[in-house]
């Protein structure tokens, strides 16, 4: 069975501009979470969808949305980059929301420039 | 706020040393799940440990779930160049993926 799919894998934006990220769960999981990962700051929750619909948010600001298609597919947005903004955003998916082992895709490396 | 501590932040060794990682909190978990994660690569499950003072082993690897599920250890013997990566702990404070608190991971290299 197909793993956790993120495209695109790499990404280069310039300051200002806005980026769109695409993750496909494991087939038969409907709940997708992100997450951004910095050497810094590690590995920290974006937000989790289930059924379309938004169950938990971590602490980012706006310029950071998401949503979860009928199919369960998911996109995060990130509006107005910033330098800080480059990481790596890894999706992950479960079963159920009430699972909480995640299966991660390989992640999006975006620099912003 | 929650934290996740884990220790040490990196570790250099050659290969068939054993080593031990460990994973800290003050908060208690209901869960808590090891992940290892290699370069350009997305965090891979290990293990999952619920119940307190459980252990679990993976071939060479032996996770530990302290017995008040607020810390957690990794041992690994013999290390192989292969396990070379970076380990996550990941304990879980309520049943969704929205409370799983990630610690900053201990980058391991092995040298043959």
């Known amino acids: 069975k197909a793993g956790v799919t993120q495209t695109p894998r790499y990404l280069i934006k310039t300051r200002g501009q806005q980026v769109t990220l695409s993750c496909s769960p494991i087939?038969?999981?409907?709940?997708v979470s992100w997450y951004q990962q910095t050497p810094g700051q590690g590995l920290q929750f974006l937000f989790e969808?289930?059924?379309?619909?938004?169950?938990n948010k971590g602490n980012f600001p706006g310029r950071f949305s998401g949503r979860q298609f009928s199919n369960s597919r998911s996109e995060m947005n990130v509006s107005t980059l910033e330098l800080g903004d480059s990481a790596l955003y890894l999706c992950?998916?479960?079963?159920?929301?009430?699972?909480?082992?995640?299966?991660f895709g390989q992640g999006t490396r975006l620099t912003v420039v | 706020t929650q934290l996740l501590e884990q220790s040490p932040q990196f570790l250099s060794i050659q290969e068939g040393e054993n080593l031990t990682v460990y994973c800290n909190s003050s908060s208690v978990f209901s869960s808590l799940q090891w992940y290892r994660q290699e370069p350009g690569e997305g965090p891979v499950l290990l293990v999952t440990?619920?119940?307190?003072?459980e252990v679990k082993k993976l071939k060479r690897l032996t996770f530990q779930f302290g017995d008040a599920r607020k810390d957690s250890s990794l041992h690994i013997t013999a290390a192989q160049p292969g396990d070379t990566g970076l380990y996550l702990c990941?304990?879980?404070?309520?049943?969704?993926?929205?409370?799983?608190?990630f610690g900053k991971g201990t980058k391991l290299s092995v040298k043959p």
């Open positions: 990941a304990g879980a404070v309520g049943g969704s993926q929205g409370n799983l608190i």
């Open positions: 992950a998916s479960s079963s159920q929301p009430e699972n909480t082992e995640a299966f």
């Open positions: 087939s038969g999981h409907r709940s």
């Open positions: 969808y289930f059924s379309e619909t938004q169950r």
């Open positions: 440990v619920v119940t307190g003072g």
